[in-house]
């Protein structure tokens, strides 16, 4: 795997913590579980954006850029690493939000805004329909921007997580512990296509499943087939040889309820076993329903007592305080 090749600003600390889930493995009897703390990856109270954000602002930089675009919902946890990251990086950030201006900023928005973020209101377009255009208007303007896209999932993003699987396995193998399973939110696909090759890269033989967020497609290709592009786009950019075929590209499609951002009696469940068991907070939109994912797989006998299953927690905590009246 070549990955010293890119420009990469450091934004994050790591490696982020691996933990063992004590209290929820008893709990449930089965597998051992185990958790990667991305949650705690530094960057405006962590996530696993930070990852995808120091390639990306590494090729902004190396660009002579001097802003950073992009777009995502209102409680997006991409958008506020991104706006802290172009405060670091000393450029200037526009955000595309979907939505309209509430009165109450809370959670993700507020911190956009604490970052020094500009905010432009996009209605419906909360996945980056608008961003190119946006971003010809600045060039016009004679400013030099670098579009992020959408959820920070393309090749160059997608970098962070082939590393993040180098760093797992290095952790892995100081602890002792052979992974069978590696369970996580998938969302706009940079962590899944940039796990599954970062895998292949350091002939780890653990099986990943992502759980799906998202109800509907963005676009005319199935997400599937987009995450499927994606982890061969990024094989080919890291050298990695093995040909990717559509089963390492392994996703629960079955778990995004009443669609994307609707908490659930499953993300409460979840939500509350992992605070009171493990002290742990989840996020209501992402690891949330991943979790709630794991632990209906769990209860259906889906491992087996000597399978190490990690589940990987990609962040999102600050929504918890914006989605106060469905957690309560
Ligand atoms: C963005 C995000 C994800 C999904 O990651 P993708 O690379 O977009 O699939 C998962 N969890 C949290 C908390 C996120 O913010």
Redesign the pocket.
């Known amino acids: 795997m070549r990955l010293d090749r890119f420009s990469q600003r450091s934004l994050g600390f790591w490696p982020t913590p691996l933990v063992a889930l004590e209290r929820l493995s008893d709990h449930f009897g089965s597998a051992r579980l185990y958790m990667k703390r991305d949650?705690q990856s530094g960057l405006a109270l962590g996530?696993?954006?930070s990852r995808?954000l120091e390639y990306l602002v590494g090729e902004a930089l190396s660009q002579g850029c001097d802003s950073l675009v992009t777009a995502g919902a209102m409680q997006?946890?991409?958008c506020r690493?991104t706006a802290a990251a172009a405060a670091v990086a000393r450029m200037e950030c526009h955000l595309l939000v979907g939505g309209t201006a509430p009165e109450v900023w809370e959670g993700n928005l507020l911190l956009d805004r604490i970052f020094g973020a500009r905010i432009q209101w996009r209605g419906e377009h909360r996945r980056g329909e608008d961003l190119e255009h946006f971003a010809a208007s600045l060039r016009s303007g004679g400013h030099r921007p670098y579009v992020v896209p959408y959820?920070?999932?393309n090749a160059v993003?997608?970098l962070g997580?082939v590393r993040a699987a180098e760093e797992l396995s290095l952790q892995a193998s100081n602890l002792g512990v052979e992974f069978t399973h590696l369970v996580?939110?998938?969302?706009?696909?940079?962590?899944?296509?940039?796990l599954v090759v970062g895998s292949l890269g350091v002939g780890a033989r653990h099986e990943l499943i992502?759980i799906r967020?998202d109800k509907e497609e963005c676009g005319p290709v199935p997400f599937r087939s987009r995450v499927l592009d994606l982890a061969r786009e990024v094989a080919e950019l890291v050298a990695v040889e093995d040909r990717i075929e559509a089963e390492h590209i392994r996703l629960d499609e079955s778990r995004a309820g009443a669609g994307y951002g609707v908490v659930g009696d499953a993300e409460r469940e979840a939500i509350s076993l992992v605070a009171r068991l493990e002290g742990i907070l989840l996020?209501p939109?992402?690891?949330g329903r991943?979790m709630a994912g794991l632990i209906e797989m769990l209860r259906a006998g889906y491992f087996r007592p000597q399978d190490r299953v990690l589940f990987w927690h990609?962040?999102?905590s600050p929504?918890i305080f914006a989605y106060a009246a469905e957690l309560t």
């Open positions: 949650d996530g696993n954006k995808k997006s946890n991409h690493q959820g920070g999932s993003g997608a997580f996580f939110a998938s969302s706009s696909g940079g962590t899944q296509a940039g992502g967020i996020d939109v992402y690891t991943a990609t962040g999102g929504a």
